[in-house]
């Protein structure tokens, strides 16, 4: 049997390996010229993604085929908060060392809101996060164990409500799912826990160095890979897709996998598209430095986070940013929350003039908080990130209200041939859940097709 993938960033890299473990003969077709999606990196700098949590999940896929995750160090400390008054907080994993670091009200607030986060993933990870996109019947389970545990119709601000440090310091984790904090519902609050209580980890070379691990296995193991074809269009016949059109012509499988934005692939079928907001998106600027600096994850909180993101709701690019910096040797990344773009032809205010102003305007910042010997840079902005994710928006439906948390499941209005995986669909963004969903979503439409 034939399938074919659609995207080689890490969702894309894990089906491909997943489905060729099963015995398929796998194409996968990249409009870009080298894998890593979002991960793909300017010149060794990174474009994307940075910290590494869950390790466990990219171990599983490299151990189906005997490989680990090379070099794989932990974290010290995770990342250095600091805000504008010269307040600095470096949490640890170990809890004595970061508890050191705070007030006796502010370690009580910090207990027990590690402790909050620990349950809410601890209860919502078999349903969230391993298990297969939640059913309604599994949804009411989870519902009637967590019960209260999950604060259901509590806001994410109302429950990490702890002091002028500590709030904005437990709110930021929501946007790693592409939220506006203040829009949040409180069962986001599960993500401190992956970064406070399992860690953050780092690999020599990046993230880009795992997507480069994960396309070297999937090529040994006889994948074929066709870069610089953009797809068109896909062949929607009853029940099944029929073949991908590529500007290089016609592609036909038995089994296809969309490893790329919904949105994308909706259009792709002709379907309509989602009527879900969409959430936020980033403006990076990519460094290359003249000296090497050491490894290190860095966050500028702004003197008003919730002013910066009601500009950012909006739809503006906030004048006084939460910086997060990542330096790794001659490379370093700057990133801030910004709007996703507002249409589909893009649009104020991602025009590349205005691009390279509000670049400048956050290297003069840095340059006041975080000085860094820069021999050259790049901006990406909304619009350029609108090339993988739809309007730019990093992880697709915003994560906001009651069920807002859900990723649509990796059914395709009932085509029976086909998946969509990856980190706008379940179990959601990030690199290892995107791996995950590319892994499990390719196991659950072989399981459909009758092959496993
Ligand atoms: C700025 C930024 C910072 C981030 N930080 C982190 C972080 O620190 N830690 C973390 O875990 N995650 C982070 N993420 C999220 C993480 O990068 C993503 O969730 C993950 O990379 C998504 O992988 P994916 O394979 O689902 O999608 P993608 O990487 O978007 O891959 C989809 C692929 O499909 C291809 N494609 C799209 N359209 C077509 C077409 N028409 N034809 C052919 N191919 C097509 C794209 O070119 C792309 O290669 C960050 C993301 C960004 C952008």
């Not at 590494?52 to 160090?73: H, N």
């Not at 994308?264 to 936020?280: D, H, K």
């Not at 006041?368 to 840079?377: D, F, G, K, S």
């Not at 859900?406 to 990856?422: E, F, H, I, K, S």
Request: charged content about 15%.
């Amino acid at each position: 049997m034939k399938a074919m993938v659609i995207g080689a960033g890490f969702a894309g890299l894990a089906a491909a390996l997943r489905l060729c473990k099963a015995g398929l003969q796998v194409t996968v077709i990249e409009q870009l010229d080298q894998p890593g999606g979002k991960a793909i990196g300017w010149e060794g700098v990174p474009t994307g993604p940075t910290v590494l949590t869950l390790p466990e999940i990219p171990r599983q896929i490299l151990g189906a085929f005997g490989q680990d995750l090379l070099g794989l160090k932990p974290v010290s400390p995770l990342t250095r908060y600091a805000w504008p008054d010269g307040r600095v907080f470096a949490p640890e994993l170990e809890l004595g060392a970061t508890l050191a670091q705070l007030s006796t009200q502010e370690a009580r607030d910090y207990r027990r809101l590690l402790h909050q986060a620990r349950t809410m993933y601890e209860g919502a990870r078999d349903t969230f996060i391993f298990g297969p996109p939640p059913t309604v019947a599994r949804l009411m389970q989870y519902g009637l164990r967590e019960g209260v545990r999950a604060h259901p119709l509590q806001s994410l601000s109302a429950l990490v409500k702890s002091g002028p440090y500590l709030t904005p310091f437990f709110l930021r984790f929501a946007t790693y799912l592409g939220a506006n904090p203040y829009r949040a519902p409180a069962v986001l609050h599960n993500i401190a826990w992956v970064e406070l209580g399992l860690g953050v980890f780092h690999l020599p070379g990046g993230m880009r160095a795992l997507a480069q691990q994960l396309y070297e296995l999937a090529r040994a193991q006889g994948v074929e890979f066709l870069f610089g074809q953009k797809v068109r269009r896909m062949q929607r016949l009853p029940g099944r897709v029929g073949a991908i059109e590529t500007e290089g012509g016609w592609h036909s499988a038995d089994l296809y996998v969309s490893a790329a934005d919904r949105h994308f692939t909706l259009e792709w079928l002709g379907l309509p598209r989602p009527s879900y907001a969409l959430g936020v998106s980033g403006f990076a600027v990519l460094m290359k430095l003249s000296e090497a600096m050491p490894l290190g994850h860095y966050i500028y909180f702004s003197a008003d986070y919730r002013a910066e993101w009601n500009q950012i709701a909006a739809g503006r690019w906030p004048q006084d940013p939460t910086l997060y910096l990542h330096t790794d040797g001659d490379t370093a990344f700057l990133l801030v929350n910004a709007p996703s773009l507002p249409s589909d032809s893009g649009g104020h205010p991602s025009s590349p003039s205005e691009s390279q102003a509000y670049a400048q305007h956050l290297l003069r910042k840095l340059e006041r908080l975080h000085p860094l010997p820069i021999a050259a840079w790049r901006a990406l902005s909304p619009e350029d990130y609108s090339r993988t994710a739809y309007r730019g928006a990093l992880y697709g439906r915003a994560p906001h209200g009651l069920l807002g948390a859900l990723r649509p499941g990796w059914a395709v209005a009932g085509l029976r041939n086909l998946a969509q995986v990856g980190g706008t669909v379940h179990p959601g963004g990030g690199v290892p859940l995107s791996m995950r969903s590319g892994w499990k979503g390719a196991e659950w439409l072989l399981g459909r097709g009758g092959v496993i």
